[in-house]
């Protein structure tokens, strides 16, 4: 028996449309796909960016001749002078460092943390440079600390923290 | 004869074909702009990564990314209380915080290096990038601008490293005609040995290249202007002095040889505004120098004061000691804008720079550890 | 022949779209994690110049810093800092502090400092290597963290002597 051409003709149709369904649902499906892609991407450099961030503001504070001496090692008295600045100094350093973070200095020679004033110095061991708030995400650095008037060096460990 | 089923075949499929590429070329052109916008950010991102980086260690680098699209607009700008930014005028690209001190002058591939200007008390470290450049000099031959000269060339980076492919170079301009050693721009070794030795030439009318900076030093450039370029008069007794870009009606005032590289790097090139990319450079180099000077003025005059809090007046170290505080608690908190401000400035950083040698020269201040 | 051109097609177009999905696979596999080797390598050199450049508490130029114990235990390890021989005093000084260290930071750790000269050897002509720390990390399975070699120069007034000291570090 011969096969109806007019029911050859509506299948082949029916074929044809179909597969032009398809082939435009997968071109929706990559414009869709890049677009989220772009967005991801954004916001892995946005997490990336954080801790990138972390990482050089360490840098930058064990670099900088403001509170390092020629050792290259933070100085005591230079830390307990900005901390003793109270919200001043951290605002100004803020000014060129960027905002939003904190840092905290605490030198292992001594048991407890006893945070460094004016008054107290240099019978204490920890400085904290800008307020320590939540939430945050941090990293911390092997340093040294020079104490400068019994001329030593002590371990200490730098944290660095960024505010999400 | 087509059957009809074919005839609708063909005309459906020309009608779905034409609406899926109307879609897809207005898409592509959107998301080409987005990526395209999206890529600068990121390369003036990796470009401020990597001067941080220069900073932070001291290593020399090239930066070549910037030959893919045009960043001849892009200027770094102070900002009030925040982070100065790297803005690109007449584009999309949204502005870049930069946390490096960083002297930026645009071109298609940049050197980037790191200098110093040394206090005593503290050292202020800068990165600076800048492509090929060659520097000219038009000698008059005297020694205060054989000194000045000296200063801006050291504070200039050296590019003869074999891996380097930007080169910064300078010439000696007589009249008409540019002299360089051989037939290429001196390197800075070259023009530091030739500074000592020169004499006077005739003033430039050589024609410039676009990637030549002229810069003149003399005594009388209050009354008079070069062809292009910038003109520095000489400093006086405490090391400052006025300088003058050529088609700016403003004079500045420099007080140290960074002022005079940003303002010879800028040079008169003017943005659609009217200033002067010397002007910018000014700025920025001022803007970040003055709020560091400060701050570390500051941290230091108060740990002095830790220190002779917890030593005897009979310390041989006390008598400088307290002279540098007196020093350093005179610089923070002002505004230099003028000639007597700069004077009274240079005096205090000249006197503490010599009194913290003395420190150091007593053993006060140095310490002996080293790893 | 027609159905089955029908079917050939839509093969064609799911294997299509299986490719399709495996790119998409890939690239997030790709995109994976942040890249910590700058803070990680920044952090075992640091722990490394930090260490040797810490003040031990004791006033003898062999024994006063870190750095001049680890040079006391390699060339002179009989030498005494006050009761005891330096290369004790080295290992327990290092053990000391490392300790603190990880304590102070809540993380645990497996350290190992090896010194070397270019100035001693055996007999074989390998270069004499002071191990201090726990030395099965070297064979250990865990991930380990290599800082730079750092090199020390201390003159004795007669002769320069030079050290080459790295750290191997690997999580508990």
Known sequence: MERNPARKGQSEIMEYIVMVVLIVAAIIAIILFLSWWSIMQIEMQGSKNQNDKIVSLGQMIMGDYMLINEQAMLDDAKLTSLVSMSSEGCERLQALLGANWYAKIKSLDMEGDIPCTWGNYPDCNSWTICEYKEPHIAQVFPVNVYRKLSDKAALAVLEVGVYT | ??????????????????????????????????????????????????????????????????????FSSCFIKPQTKSLPEMQCMGTGIADVPVDTPLIFYPGKQVYISRGSLDYGWWVYNFAEAMPSITFVFNPEGSQEEKDVITSIVQLIPDTTDDWSVVKVGFAICDGGS????????????????????????????????????????????????PQSGVCIGYPNTYGVGNAYIQGSGKEYVWKDPLDLVALSLGGSEKDEFGKTAGEKLYEIKNSALMARLSLAA????????????????????????????????????????????????NQHLNAAKAYFQSLEEAGCERSMYGA | MNSKKAQSSMILIIIVIMIFVAMIVFLLNLAGSVNRETYTNLYVNNLLLSVMRTDTGYTDSKCKLVSDLVFCAYFTPEWRCGNERCLDLANETLHKYLGVFAKQTNSSMRYLFTVTTNTLATNEGEPITLEMGDASIKTAKATKRYSYPLVLTKSDGFNQHTLKIQLVVAKN
């Open chain 2, 1 to 70: 004869m087509l059957a009809i089923h074919r005839i609708f075949q063909m005309i459906f499929g020309i009608i779905v074909s034409v609406t899926i590429l109307y879609f897809l070329i207005v898409y592509s052109g959107q998301y080409k702009q987005n990526q395209e916008d999206f890529q600068k950010a990121l390369i003036l991102k990796a470009f401020a990564d990597e001067a941080k980086s220069v900073y932070l260690t001291g290593i020399s680098t090239n930066f070549t990314q910037f030959y893919k699209y045009d």
């Open chain 2, 178 to 225: 540019l002299s360089n050693c051989g037939d290429q721009p001196c390197s800075k070794d070259d023009i530091l040995s030739i500074i000592s030795s020169w004499e006077a030439k005739t003033k430039c009318t050589a024609s410039l290249k676009k990637s030549m900076k002229l810069v003149t030093v003399s005594r009388s450039c209050g009354s008079f202007m």
């Open chain 2, 298 to 345: 500051d941290i230091t005059s108060r740990r002095i004061e830790l220190i002779l809090r917890s030593i005897s007046p009979d310390n041989p170290c006390y008598a400088s000691y307290v002279s540098l505080v007196n020093e350093l608690s005179g610089i923070g908190g002002k505004d230099y804008t003028d000639l007597s401000q700069m004077d009274g400035l």
